[in-house]
């Protein structure tokens, strides 16, 4: 299946993003961020990576994961963030996790 045009939009958007995102927090210049700007971008990004969860088959292609480039600190940070933003807490964390697990990683608790 060949990417549609909107998708190959989207890749691209998503290759320069990353690109800038590297070279504002090598310049320091995060701070300088809006906050409204921060919340576009995350708030898309998590909304993409949910619909491709949601779509993908069973036995399938898994979601892409977070790669090793992202810190435990910072996967932590922003899982916080995401919990405190819909008023969670671990133990809602924990029930979901365990409703997602298997199907991203392809692999039972067992091993």
Not at 13 to 30: F, S, Y
Not at 79 to 93: E, I, K, S
Request: glycine fraction near 8%.
């Amino acid at each position: 299946m060949s990417p549609s045009e909107e998708s190959e939009k989207f890749s691209a958007l998503a290759r320069q993003m990353g690109r800038q995102i590297e070279r504002t927090i090598r310049a320091g210049e995060v701070a300088e961020v809006r906050g409204e700007d921060m919340t576009k971008l995350m708030s898309g990004a998590v909304k993409m990576y949910a619909a491709r969860v949601e779509e993908a088959e069973p036995g399938g292609e898994t979601a892409p994961v977070i790669d090793e480039t992202v810190s435990t600190t910072e996967a932590m940070v922003v899982a916080c963030a995401l919990l405190r933003a819909h008023h969670l807490n671990p133990f809602d964390l924990a029930l979901w996790f365990s409703r997602t697990a298997p199907a991203q990683h392809g692999k039972t608790s067992g091993g």
